[in-house]
């Protein structure tokens, strides 16, 4: 086995090329090693490793934030070996966390008094925060039935086929059905009228996503209230609303704060956030709130008793890191709604130039929308000859990440790249961007097409009836066409792992 000697054994120091100075053999994948090694040479091994991971800043796949300011970093190196659970201990990052709720409530427009404390929770992420709500949503619901005298056991979510892959999660883990509404092309979000037909009494929420994962759209809440008032005034129900803001809700206040998507409107409960998303904070930070005390059931809640006050906490585990938590203040108070309005209009901006980019070279369509999140979702005009997946292969080669996806039912058909903007995207990454896409069409147009279906049935033919034998190249082009429908085909089946 690998490392199995220890260092005064192997003497590191007399090997003079780089790769033997530290180890010589493949590492340890199965087995951890008998002896141990020294420190630096820990180190460099695994950087080394790392190296051949993708670069973070080039990675358009995710909305997740990959640079901060030094001084935040500084924050949350000092807070790395504080564990958030411990609120007896560190008091001060437990009152961060409230003052995070707070302000984020406030920002959704819950109805609070000038210093109410708000009803909310910091979580690991928009996923944590979502299994939170559809639990709050399933108890009250069953205690309503229950109260009712009325069978529980059926609840289910109406949601749009454009719901990410949590929610699934949820419904799967927590035994709730997940009705989704179908989407067509040209239309990739939810239809309210089509959720609201969807509606029984069994519905504990019907989830509304602002800002789709898929092309970034915001659906619209505002009709799915009017329309959820109604249908609740006939039938008697009171069904809510939860909005999944996980990439939206730190962009619609500050672009459009005139759009009504949040606890203005009546039906909505709860609200879910990713900080680390347009929250502006590395991976592992997620809030979700509630409209009031009545929508979160108490007998969810734990109360921990600390310095004498009561914190309630309801969150699926227990310890987790300090970091996320004390960063996220920094970037409440560090930019303020001034410089989260800034960093959202130029994102905003930065996704228009690319959008106008990709139009000029007259090869795309454009499927995401302009006042949606910041990202440009676009498909090939013409993908008989080399199709978005190839593109997204190709642009691997300059660096960039960009993911190619099929999208949900019924709208299967229709394959997109998306490129999501994030603040740490500059204009000239922008601008460059555009001249790698058309390079990479250009050398695609250079480059014979991949097997056409005729084309190819013929040949079948030709080589059943033995006028003509395969050639290597084609046999290889007819594998690959196979394995892509494969994976195509699955990909649709199982919602695609996008974030
Ligand atoms: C990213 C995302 C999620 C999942 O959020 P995490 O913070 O990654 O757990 C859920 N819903 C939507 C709409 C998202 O964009």
Known sequence: MVLSKTASETDVSIHSTFASRYVRNSLPRFKMPENSVPKEAAFQIINDELMLDGNPRLNLASFVTTWMEP????????????????????????????????????????????????????????????????????????????????????????????VQVCWEKFARYFEVELKEVKLREGYYVMDPAKAVELVDENTICVAAILGSTLNGEFEDVKLLNDLLVEKNKETGWDTPIHVDAASGGFIAPFLYPELEWDFRLPLVKSINVSGHKYGLVYAGIGWVIWRSKDDLPEELIFHINYLGADQPTFTLNFSKGSSQVIAQYYQLIRLGHEGYKNVMENCHENAMVLKEGLEKTGRFNIVSKDDGVPLVAFSLKD????????????????????????????????????????????????????????????????????????????????????????????TQREITAYWKKYVTERKSNNKTQIC
């Not at 302000?103 to 979580?123: D, K, Q, R």
């Not at 005729?454 to 050639?471: I, P, S, W, Y």
Request: with cysteine; hydrophobic share 40%; glycine share 4%.
């Open 71 to 162: 001084e935040c970093n500084k924050l949350i190196m000092d807070a790395i070996n504080k564990n958030y659970v411990d609120m007896d201990e560190y008091p001060v990052t437990t009152e961060l966390q409230n003052r995070c709720v707070n302000m984020i409530a406030h920002l959704f427009n819950a109805p609070l008094g000038e210093s109410e404390a708000a009803v909310g929770v910091g979580t690991v992420g928009s996923s944590e925060a979502i299994m939170l709500a559809g639990l709050a949503f399933k108890r009250k619901w069953q205690n309503k039935r229950k109260a009712e005298g009325k069978p529980y056991d059926k609840p289910n979510i109406v949601t749009g086929a454009n």
């Open 383 to 474: 993908n008989k000859r080399h199709d978005e997946f190839e593109i997204s292969e190709m642009l691997r080669r300059y660096g960039w990440i960009v993911p190619a996806y099929t999208m949900p039912a019924d709208a299967q058909h229709i394959t997109v790249l998306r490129v999501v903007i994030r603040e740490d995207f500059s204009r000239t990454l922008a601008e460059r961007l555009v001249l790698d896409i058309q390079k990479v069409v250009h050398e695609f147009d250079a480059l014979p097409a991949k097997l056409n279906a005729r084309l190819a049935t013929e040949k079948q033919e030709q080589v059943k009836n033995g006028t003509v034998k395969k050639t290597a190249i084609e």
